[in-house]
DNA sequence: TCGCTTTCGATCGTTTCCGATCGTTTCGTT
DNA sequence: AACGAAACGATCGGAAACGATCGAAAGCGA
């Protein structure tokens, strides 16, 4: 017929699928007089915003629970007995290892096994993860994909539609996705920032400031974290460095580190939290090289205690939880097996502890001026 | 008849299945108009996932699981023995019973006891309430408290400080107290208003009147989840009656009701969320007075199934999982116990369901064309 | 009018679904 | 226990649907 707007034409889809409770794709098409690619496009449109859902060849009605308010029919069987746990993590370097081995943990007490998969913060590269290791037999997935970008959705579009549990793991679905019914674990890395510079500010300090690392994917969290944390406790931002610096030695690495020091002295700031242990152990080394006294000169609390304790000084470092939130998923994961029908979407927040060590000096030296 | 969706066949068969409780493969092969081998890979789909058992020759209704199918699990390291737990819920008329009954049933599973006190919605009575449970010699502690105004910041302030475990049930402590490190089990309400809409706007309907209870803890979340969906699906606000009316059986409660019905009515509008079931009822009767059709002038989904089912007609309802909710708190407050010092914060939030019933006209008879 | 963004459509390679065939297994009857 | 009929599982090929990319057309602001 004649073009139609986009409105117009998912209000003609919404009816169709409405009067039919389900639509073949190509009906739509002669319905709408626009191409297939156009009514995929506006499909998976709604879709997204949970009004209809997608099957293959066409769309249905979402199904929602059964009026009939029948017995658990829940159990498919007993949860199995010797339950099989894919797991894709994008790294086995750094962070996750202990969130695998939680994982691995309770996988193991439950009797069952885990496979593990490691990707590489690439969408792309996760989804050939994870098909692996559904030809590989699993009943279950702990995903912790990359959410960002169109492939980062997409894929979070395609996790949510596969038939085996899945259970995201330190990653939620994309605001894109408002619906999508996924279990997940993850840490609440803002309030772990909030615990740094809370510590230092009881330790006197009110110029605090933040050093985080490129391209890791809970710089943003830690930031946001620091930055109410800085504002709900009244502590002046202007003048205080906040920085971006390249990963841990490379070769701008040690100029970088420089830099960081020279503008923390200079902005008369002499406490900051450094996201990620190397770059904070990396701070402290340049720091001793230079003579610049820490905790004296410089408090330093680290993000993320891996190896905070072996430095020199030791590190007053935030804790996350690693093994803990890989044993819930793996939890989440195996009672979402045993009840996939009934059970609602579970999202669970695990806060980060902080550890204190020796690195921001436990005793505060009489402020002068302290005002107000 | 012709081709039909692979999702259409699979809902036919399980309708099949459920008026029959068995049916032979043949059978659906004439029922469906596919081959047998596809039928035979439609059922194996449907016995992967548990909707029905396979016996040679056709399918049968899965057995029904026994009603509580769940083992001991997650609770890691050695608790009690018998473990007093309290529990302070602001009301043992609305809402709460079910969250009582499940915090009951899990705390008695793990070979404890809950003692209950009943406070109402006031600060002053909540802090006493807990104070005679701690004098009874509780061990930790399932609260529900006030937390609006200063009193409710202090109190918050104070469960913090308590040398017992608190778990916060579906309460979080206020913006004010970021850092209580308080556990928490919570319903995630915002979501479970934008089910509702959601399903409305399936339907068909696109001005979606709000209808609050005053004086509700939950209605805030209620209104704020109503809000987004409505924007997110791009749905008009202007001109929609969104309003708050007094408890039920107040004596401004009808003329309350009148004008919500007024209002929509007036407004174009008719499809409302109504918050609590007793309202939604109320507006039901009053509708069936003034000969306004429920669902065909006006449909209703209620927030909160409690007896919703009752209804005339039976409301659909967004369901809290109060059931769940409870007995989450207490595994949480129970894990605490057995671990009070490493572990770390916990938040769990849980999303409520969509139970669909007649109050909204569902109206689609899924194709005939099969023997009953 | 130009340039930018958004929206829509054509094409192509890939995936998925469906049905036919054939050999094997299971059930019921003798 | 033996037999035949029906049901089952595996494999293959064709057809439809899907996703990705590119390009054209329309809307929008300067």
Request: charged fraction near 20%.
């Amino acid at each position: 017929m004649n073009q139609k707007l986009a409105a117009q034409r998912h209000e003609l889809i919404l009816r169709a699928v409405r009067t039919h409770g389900t639509v073949r794709l190509q009906e739509l098409v002669d319905l709408l007089g626009a191409s297939a690619v156009t009514v995929r496009r506006d499909v998976t449109a709604l879709a997204d915003r949970g009004l209809v859902v997608r099957v293959h060849g066409g769309i249905t009605m979402p199904k929602h629970a059964e009026p009939f308010p029948r017995g658990p029919q829940s159990v498919v069987g007993p949860a199995p007995a010797h339950p099989l746990v894919g797991m894709v993590a994008p790294s086995v370097e750094y962070y996750w290892p202990a969130v695998i081995q939680g994982a691995q943990t309770a996988v193991a007490a439950a009797g069952g096994r885990l496979v593990l998969r490691a990707s590489s913060y690439d969408a792309a590269e996760d989804r050939r993860r994870v098909c692996e290791l559904l030809d590989r037999g699993v009943q279950t997935l702990l995903v912790a994909p990359s959410t960002s970008g169109r492939a980062g959705v997409e894929l979070l579009r395609w996790l949510g539609a596969l038939t085996v549990p899945v259970v995201l793991v330190e990653r939620l679905p994309p605001p894109e996705l408002p619906t999508t019914a996924l279990d997940a674990a993850v840490t609440d890395h803002a309030i772990g920032a909030g615990l740094a510079v809370r510590h230092l500010a009881t330790l006197g300090h009110r110029r605090i400031g933040l050093v985080t690392s490129r391209q890791s994917p809970h710089s943003d969290a830690i930031r946001t974290g620091w930055t109410t944390a800085v504002s709900s406790l009244e502590l002046p931002f202007n003048g205080v460095p906040v920085l971006d610096v390249p990963p841990y030695g490379s070769p701008q690495w040690t100029r970088a580190v420089d830099e960081v020091i020279d503008e923390c002295l200079a902005a008369d700031v002499h406490a900051v939290l450094v996201h990620a242990d190397r770059e904070a152990i990396g701070v402290l080394e340049r720091a001793r090289d230079r003579g610049v006294q820490v905790p004296g000169d410089l408090a330093v609390v680290s993000y993320d205690d891996e190896v905070a304790a072996a430095s020199d000084p030791p590190l007053t470092a935030v804790r996350p939880q690693k093994h803990r939130l890989g044993a819930l998923a793996a939890q989440l994961a195996l009672a979402r097996l045993a009840d996939p029908l009934d059970r609602p979407v579970h999202r669970v927040v695990l806060w980060p502890t902080l550890t204190v060590r020796e690195s921001c000096g436990t005793a505060l030296e009489p402020q002068k001026g302290w005002t107000s």
